[in-house]
């Protein structure tokens, strides 16, 4: 049995921080691109999951999402976020941590992560890009069977 489970301790995840790591927006064929079309552009989104240990239980997770709006094999907009944040997770047994840490922490960052992107589209003359939520259950799943075929432990998680 966990030494946490034996002395009754409840397993526990607080967000001791957050924040933005790095930001980028180009609108490369301004003022062109903002001109009205009917044509809507294709929206390539990736997304990445890193986590690091800062101490016996805090972590930093970084959740990174590429977005590019293409129309006619030109880049309408390009975005990229770095969104992170700081969690300390107490009494979390050994076999959970990594699912804990690559599932539900990039889960609670999320929000915040769209609403930035969806500011930094508005914010560049554009309509907000308004994300779908991410299974980021089954992106962890996907880079542990990934892992599991190279012969290693999965380090994160990855997307598009």
Not at 19 to 39: G, I, Q, R, T, V
Not at 76 to 94: K, S, T, W
Request: glycine fraction near 6%.
């Amino acid at each position: 049995m966990d030494p946490a489970q034996q002395n009754g301790a409840a397993p526990s995840m607080r967000i001791i921080g957050q924040y933005l790591k790095d930001l980028s927006f180009e609108n490369p064929n301004a003022p062109h691109s903002l001109a009205p079309s009917e044509e809507q552009p294709r929206i390539d989104i990736s997304v990445n999951v890193n986590a690091r240990t800062l101490g016996t239980s805090d972590y930093e997770v970084e959740l990174h999402i590429d977005a590019k709006a293409i129309k006619d094999d030109k880049t309408v907009f390009g975005a990229e976020l770095l969104y992170a944040g700081i969690f300390r997770l107490e009494n979390i047994p050994q076999e959970a941590l990594h699912p804990v840490v690559l599932i539900e922490c990039p889960r609670m960052l999320f929000p915040f992560a769209r609403q930035v992107l969806a500011d930094a589209t508005r914010n560049g003359g554009f309509p907000p890009l308004m994300l779908d939520p991410i299974d980021f259950a089954s992106m962890y799943q996907q880079r542990v069977a990934a892992q599991q075929n190279e012969g290693g432990a999965p380090a994160g998680t990855q997307a598009s």
